[in-house]
């Protein structure tokens, strides 16, 4: 079954196991070139030119994923450029168009229930997830086409499991010669110049681009106010990937990825200290300088190409992520007792292959093996006072305390997996998946996959899927702290006790859904899930550094149900989404020192609702093109909010929001020159203050609220 394309159309369509690639925004297009030799071998590339040979590859590439059983969403290029924002738009707000997808504070996204837990792909290459609390690694404008695949997915996915984000980049063979320049700025103090390069020379394309960003609400406000203290950020992307064809079967690509965020945290006025530091007992809050910076880099070597009937892809990959928080050593001590400078960075080594075979006319084998290794340092440096039995303070002066441990943790997989058309209705993929993880412990499991497809009618398709899952805890977010090093001072812990090695999630996946096409311009689509879920992996912020933790409940259950509709006609397209789910989580089975005891006791015994869990969540647009020149746009989120405590832990819900942002675009054409694109954005039109968090809840730390009502241009020119 084929989800349609959703770019910036009205939408109420849901899962369906593959995707139509459609190349307008919003309508409805026949199966891509990939979709149209499903299941067979590609034809041999003889004495094709460079343009050819490498359109080729990339459909032998895409054939290597399949999608049966999933559900998928795809986004493409066309529908990013009629968001608001257009390219300038993060990649967590373009994610966020998709049905089942949350938004939380720190750009943080839910899928299904679940905390992060997403997988990034980019060309087929998975690429390892990154130390990050609210910077955003990639760039939107090295996205061709982004899809969004959850559900019961096939034994090639795994080890993160929520959802997987397959992004296709651009290219210089497919884009020819040229480049861009441009600059989007506005409302509190934005500006964000970008340049892209590409082209191709011979069996030689490259691509690549870079952008700075400047802007003074770097993170959420922890107040309603209109513009936030101290929250001033600076981030630098850049992103290349440089390709050369061998010959007409085979083809060598390197790609790479920088980013350098740099934070202030926002601070909260009006708050009373709670400690003395050296007899001082006053602080402003609003004159805390807390800060913190991200730095991520990666870069994969990829052989992709051809090899009699098979089809082939080889990577070796490796990505260093770090995260500094730096505090404000006097104004910590005197609100939160601890005064801590954390500093963590990971660097993963990664080998990926994937092939696939076609045995016959009806059955193609795909099979593949993963390996991670990873390295992971985290050391707190952190400052504290002196305390009795109870939490008191007993002196003033600060005492100093340096915390550090390093985690080695080695993860293999390999997957095998047989897709077969039965008739021309019905399309079943079923196949094995082991795991084996390695860090404080052994664990590894066995994964039967199921997915089937029914083509019901030449409008109807229908299908469903099974999937058994496990997931390693997060290497680059473990940080096994040394409890008893801070007995008797203000940063003792409740709970002295505990398991502070993190787990891995097992759970068992059902998907059904159902997607109907009615005439030629709408789309819709209803898709039910259902996960039951041993050793729930869950992660909180516990500490004034804002980057998260991992934990796990002994037992999970998650369930919604979602539905999407898209229509496309002519120069009108649509979309909406809307999204029911329930997410529930019982005991608390590791890092228990991070809770308050009668916390762990209420818990010990019931279920309670994720702190992501979130009820309702929908998202649509509309967009409109006034001739070639002019587009106007509308688009929308709504939540029925996040968790907060209520007469029991997360036993509350913050009150619904919603947030509108409208756009126009239009194309100025000069005799000299020749075209200049521009587009205007009103984010939060309404101007509507709601609350993302309260500062309540299982692993929350400070209030954050969603943005205010802002005015951005952009101005671009291709060459």
């Known amino acids: 079954m084929k989800k349609t394309t959703l770019a910036l159309g009205l939408t109420l369509a849901l899962s369906a196991p593959s995707v139509f690639a459609a190349t307008q925004p919003v309508s409805p297009q026949p199966a891509s070139d990939a979709d149209a030799n499903h299941g067979q071998s590609q034809k041999q590339a003889v004495d094709l030119n460079a343009v050819e040979v490498s359109t080729t590859l990339d459909q032998s590439r895409n054939a290597l994923s399949p999608e049966t059983g999933s559900s998928q969403y795809v986004i493409n290029q066309q529908a990013i450029q009629k968001l608001p924002l257009g390219d300038a738009t993060p990649v967590n707000q373009v994610l966020l168009q998709a049905p089942g997808v949350v938004k939380d504070s720190y750009g943080g996204l839910h899928v299904r229930g679940d905390h992060a837990n997403l997988q990034y792909r980019i060309n087929g290459v998975v690429i390892p997830e990154s130390i990050s609390g609210f910077g955003q690694t990639l760039d939107t404008r090295i996205i061709q086409n982004v899809k969004l695949l959850d559900g019961a997915l096939p034994a090639q996915y795994g080890e993160r499991t929520a959802a997987v984000v397959d992004i296709t980049t651009k290219n210089g063979h497919a884009l020819g010669n040229g480049g861009s320049v441009g600059i989007t700025g506005g409302s509190f103090g934005t500006i964000n110049p970008n340049a892209s390069v590409w082209g191709s020379s011979g069996r030689w394309s490259f691509f690549g681009t870079a952008n700075f960003l400047q802007s003074d609400i770097g993170i959420e406000n922890p107040t309603s106010s209109r513009k936030p203290i101290h929250d001033h950020t600076n981030q630098v992307k850049g992103f290349g990937d440089l390709s050369y064809l061998v010959n007409d079967h085979t083809r060598v690509s390197f790609m790479f990825g920088v980013t350098n965020n740099r934070f202030q945290i926002p601070n909260n006025p009006d708050q009373q200290p709670q400690f003395q530091y050296m007899n001082q007992t006053t602080f402003n809050s609003a004159d805390l300088d807390e800060r913190q910076s991200e730095n991520t880099r990666f870069g994969v070597l990829t052989l992709q190409g051809k090899l009699g009937q098979t089809d082939y892809q080889v990577s070796l990959g490796q990505r260093y992520s770090s995260l500094d928080f730096m505090p404000d050593m006097v104004g910590d001590l005197m609100f939160n007792g601890v005064s801590s400078a954390i500093d963590r960075s990971n660097r993963a080594s990664t080998l990926q292959a994937d092939f696939s075979t076609p045995l016959n006319d009806t059955n193609t084998l795909r099979y593949g093996v993963y390996g991670s290794f990873e390295r992971a340092l985290s050391t707190n440096n952190a400052y504290v006072f002196p305390a009795d039995a109870n939490g008191n303070q007993t002196s003033t002066t600060p005492i100093n305390i340096v915390d550090g441990n390093q985690i080695v943790a ?24 082991g795991d084996k993880y390695e860090a404080f412990r052994t664990e590894s499991q066995l994964s039967p996959r199921l997915g089937v497809v029914y083509q019901a009618t030449d409008n109807t398709t229908v299908h469903a899927g099974y999937a058994r899952y496990f997931t390693p805890p997060a290497t680059e977010l473990i940080s096994t702290d040394n409890i008893a090093k801070f007995a008797g001072t203000t940063n003792a812990l409740q709970g002295a006790n505990g398991n502070d090695t993190p787990l891995s999630q097992r759970s068992d996946y059902f998907d059904l859904g159902v997607q109907q096409n009615v005439g030629n311009h709408l789309t819709l689509g209803v898709d039910a899930y259902y996960r039951k879920v041993q050793r729930l992996q869950d992660e909180g912020q516990f500490g004034a550094a804002l980057v998260y933790s991992t934990f796990n409940y002994a037992k999970g259950r998650i369930h919604g149900v979602e539905f999407t509709a898209n229509y496309a006609n002519g120069p009108l397209s649509a979309y909406f989404n809307l999204a029911l789910s329930r997410a529930m989580g019982e005991r608390v089975i590791t890092s228990q020192y991070n809770f308050a005891p009668e916390d762990l006791a209420y818990i010990a015994d019931h279920y309670i609702h994720l702190d992501h869990d979130q009820k309702v969540a929908s998202s649509g647009g509309i967009s409109y093109d006034l001739g070639n020149a002019t587009t106007v746009g509308a688009n929308y989120i709504l939540g029925s909010g996040l968790r907060k405590d209520g007469a029991v832990p997360n036993g509350a819900s913050l009150p619904y929001y919603f947030q509108m942002n409208l756009s126009v675009s239009h194309d100025f054409s000069f005799a000299d020159t020749g075209k200049l694109h521009t587009q205007l ?23 954050q609220f969603g943005p205010r009502r802002g005015l951005y241009l952009s101005v671009q020119k291709d060459f």
């Open 410 to 433: 080695k993860t293999w997989a390999a997957y095998v997996q047989d897709e077969w058309s039965i008739g021309d209705k019905w399309t079943v993929n079923y196949g094995l998946r």
């Open 681 to 703: 954005a009103l984010i939060n039109a309404l101007d509507r203050t709601y609350e993302l968090r309260d500062g309540s809840g299982i692993g929350v730390g400070a209030p």
